[in-house]
């Protein structure tokens, strides 16, 4: 009986949801770099649109979650996202010049930046008090990826062009589940103003995400430009897919567990161990040169990306005060997605050019394992001084 009311009650919408944000985004970003190079674009001009692209996101990052904050329901401003991204990316087919698509993918990145904090703020507003936790609906999201990835690969078919049209697909479908998911109300009233700089003042939400951070730049990298390093080993459209697919797939069961996993041993160990997974993946993958060896060695991608990413999600949900707490997601994505894109962008494409992929990749392993033993340290001394779960 108590399964079947905890099925009864599970949000089958807003799971939905995350499939078709997600699948989106495994179009999007698993291939828009491969498209570049595609049509010519050097390492360094690809690096130049991601860095350039970045300044508009650092803009509309914060934006977009004190405007969620304020609005009378979030889902409001998801929908604009939505329709924004959709409408944007179509614009990609018009024509491949440099400037014109520089153009094109810094509006996109404007609607595109707030999506991720903004709709897991939604549901775990809608969360609250239910059978089902944040990470069990989260999972909706990897499924989609997953699904996407490995099919899009094949249909893509290395015609990279495709990919504007079935993106815009995806954010259609998702901003028609935006309108069938229940409201989420903002929370930011005028009685009721927290002052931002509270997100600044609390050391232990700065401390995890400075090791997010490090971890975010080696992920920026991995993203931006391995696939191309990847093909140049023997990689092809089908294999990235495949890849991409191995890395999303290893998010489910750290999603599943992550809830558990956390309350029962603590933040400050979730990030320890994932910092080394990520490390040793990093390193993995400046030794490795067989596409196959080397889709083996994402399979660490799922402890590392869910113990970043969960650990900071959850501590902003349970430790922020509610009438800041989209602004806080907003802030952590700030930090890593945006900064990571704008410090090590237009420097990753060169050090991609130069230096090679590889050798980029060992250099963010050896920054990971400072930064994890920087933070265990830190997290020793201080442990009993913060709330970690």
């Known amino acids: 009986m108590r399964l079947k009311e905890k099925a009864a009650d599970f949000p089958v919408l807003l799971y939905m949801l995350y499939m ?5 985004q495994a179009v999007y970003s698993t291939y828009i770099n491969l498209y570049f190079a595609d049509i010519g674009f050097s390492q360094s001009r690809i690096g130049l649109i991601v860095s350039v692209t970045t300044l508009f996101m650092l803009v509309a990052q914060m934006a977009w979650g004190i405007a969620s904050d304020r609005a009378k329901t979030r889902n409001t401003v ?8 959709a409408v944007t990316i179509l614009m990609g087919y018009l024509s491949n010049a440099f400037w014109y698509l520089l153009v094109v993918i810094s509006l996109y990145s404007i609607f595109l930046t707030a999506i991720n904090p903004l709709l897991d703020n939604v549901c775990l507003v809608s969360s609250e ?3 089902w936790n944040f990470g069990q609906i989260r999972t909706g999201g990897t499924v989609g990826y997953c699904i996407t990835v490995l099919i899009i690969g094949f249909v893509i078919n290395d015609q990279y062009q495709r990919i504007f049209v079935l993106t815009s697909a995806c954010w259609l479908l998702s901003l028609a589940f935006t309108r069938l998911i229940p409201k989420a109300p903002g929370h930011r009233s005028a009685k009721e103003k927290t002052p931002v700089s509270v997100l600044l003042k609390n050391k232990y939400l700065m401390a995890i995400i400075g090791i997010s951070l490090v971890f975010s730049l080696g992920s920026s990298f991995f993203y931006n430009f391995y696939p191309i390093y990847f093909t140049s080993i023997g990689g092809d459209s089908s294999l990235v897919g495949i890849m991409m697919f191995f890395c999303a797939v290893t998010e489910i069961p750290c999603l599943i567990f992550a809830d558990k996993a956390i309350r029962r041993f603590g933040i400050d160990r979730a990030l320890v161990v994932g910092g080394v997974a990520t490390a040793v993946r990093w390193g993995l993958l400046f ?8 889709i083996g060695a994402n399979l660490l991608h799922g402890v590392g990306y869910i113990s970043m990413s969960y650990c900071v999600i959850t501590y902003i949900s349970n430790n922020v005060p509610k009438d800041l707490s989209a602004t806080g997601q907003s802030f952590y994505v700030l930090v890593n997605s945006v900064c990571s894109r704008l410090l090590f962008g237009y420097v990753g494409g060169l050090a991609s050019q130069y230096l090679g992929a ?3 990749m060992l250099g963010c392993g050896i920054a990971m394992a400072v930064a994890t033993v920087v933070f265990g340290i830190w997290a020793a001394r201080n442990h009993r001084a913060f709330v970690v779960t």
Do not use: E, F, H, Q
């Not at 078709?20 to 989106?24: A, W």
């Open 20 to 24: 078709c944000s997600y699948s989106g």
């Open 78 to 85: 998801l929908s604009i996202l939505y329709g924004g991204c």
């Open 129 to 131: 008090g239910k059978r």
């Open 287 to 294: 030794l490795l040169k067989n596409p196959y060896a080397v």
């Open 358 to 360: 590889d050798i980029t």
